[in-house]
């Protein structure tokens, strides 16, 4: 499910592997399933328009800003198994 987030900003690097992940701009339309989670700090989609995809490779990263909506862990072709760290770097204020 695709996602974003207010008050951090996401780092995800890959250990071993390859990820696909789902990209957009949150000023594209979208239809939220759930309400912003505070303690979470997430906000989940059910749909995302003009949505880009990318793969994410060994000793790769890529950094999601609060405007920034992701979808990480989509299947890929291949069968390589993932590992990977997520980094949650708070924003002021």
Same mark, same amino acid.
């Given at each position: 499910?695709?996602? /974003?987030?207010? =008050?951090?900003?996401? #780092?995800?690097?890959?250990?071993? *592997?390859?990820?696909?992940? *789902? +990209?957009?701009? &949150? /000023?594209? @339309? $979208?239809?939220?399933?759930?309400?912003?989670? #505070?303690? $979470?700090?997430?906000?989940? +989609? @059910? /749909?995302?328009?003009?949505? &880009?995809?990318?793969?994410?490779?060994?000793?790769?990263?890529? #950094?999601?800003?609060?405007?920034?909506?992701? =979808?990480? *862990?989509?299947?890929?072709?291949?069968?390589?198994?993932? =590992? $990977?760290?997520?980094?949650?770097? $708070? #924003?002021? *204020?």
């Amino acid at each position: 499910m695709a996602e /974003s987030h207010k =008050r951090f900003i996401d #780092l995800h690097f890959i250990i071993t *592997g390859e990820e696909k992940i *789902g +990209y957009a701009d &949150s /000023s594209n @339309s $979208k239809v939220i399933v759930e309400n912003y989670d #505070l303690e $979470k700090d997430t906000e989940l +989609y @059910s /749909s995302v328009f003009n949505e &880009s995809f990318f793969i994410l490779k060994k000793d790769m990263f890529v #950094l999601f800003y609060p405007e920034d909506i992701h =979808r990480p *862990g989509i299947r890929n072709n291949k069968t390589i198994p993932v =590992r $990977k760290i997520v980094f949650k770097v $708070k #924003l002021d *204020g």
